[in-house]
């Protein structure tokens, strides 16, 4: 079945010990998304690609950083993790801008 | 400044009756809304849309309606069942751009 993986499910750090989420998606989609989740708030867009085209949202904190190698892979790094980063991160494909987006599990962040 | 706003943080139901969920937005320009379920622990599960040029689309015992005059949207569940319990998240896009914006979801507890 075509989807979006990402792993782990659960990841636990410590308090500025960089961490990398990874996402995977066998749509072929051209778009790639990470959202941040905090408990009982919405998802929050923290940037996107397009192809290989960055497209950070204004007030994603530089401490989170994105990478696309190729078309299947999507990684979300931070830098040096805060006790405010823990939260659910989505990641999420669409075929383009216009059309629907799909979202994988999920991985929840534990900041020690 | 949140421009998708599903006021009613949860809803609860009894099984075979309909379910109705609310969203209200502030942004004119939205011309694409969604309705996602999420399952705890799982990612968002895109479940139906609604292009701003109609007011109504129905798929299977899913319903959604759209008031753009009172830039409202409504999800209806008919009948409701016990395996709906979940949150609803309704959330908004303008073509062309590239944010999906989501309310911040309804929890809805459907019981036998």
């Known amino acids: 079945d075509a989807m979006v993986i990402q792993n782990p499910r659960y990841q636990v750090t410590q308090f500025g010990k960089p961490v990398t989420l990874s996402c995977s998606q066998t749509?072929?989609?051209?778009?790639m998304y990470w959202y941040q989740q905090k408990s009982s708030q919405a998802p929050k867009l923290l940037f996107h690609y397009y192809d290989k085209d960055f497209n950070n949202e204004a007030d994603t904190p530089d401490n989170f950083q994105s990478r696309r190698p190729n078309t299947s892979f999507c990684f979300l790094d931070i830098r040096s993790p805060g006790l405010g980063d823990a939260a659910m991160y989505l990641c999420?494909?669409?075929?383009?801008?216009?059309?629907?987006?799909?979202f994988g599990p999920g991985t929840r962040l534990l900041v020690l | 400044d949140q421009q998708v706003k599903q006021n009613s943080p949860s809803l609860s139901v009894q099984e075979g009756r309909i379910s109705i969920l609310n969203c209200d937005y502030t942004n004119s320009m939205f011309d694409y809304f969604l309705w996602y379920k999420k399952y705890p622990a799982e990612g968002p599960t895109f479940l139906i849309s609604i292009s701003s040029i109609k007011d109504k689309n129905e798929d299977g015992r899913f319903t959604v309606f759209l008031n753009k005059s009172a830039k409202h949207l409504s999800l209806h569940i008919v009948p409701s069942q016990p395996g709906d319990s979940a949150v609803y998240f309704c959330a908004a896009i303008i073509l062309g751009f590239q944010k999906l914006v989501f309310g911040t979801g309804t929890r809805l507890l459907v019981s036998p």
């Open positions: 749509l072929n989609h051209n778009v």
């Open positions: 999420a494909t669409s075929r383009t801008h216009a059309e629907t987006q799909y």
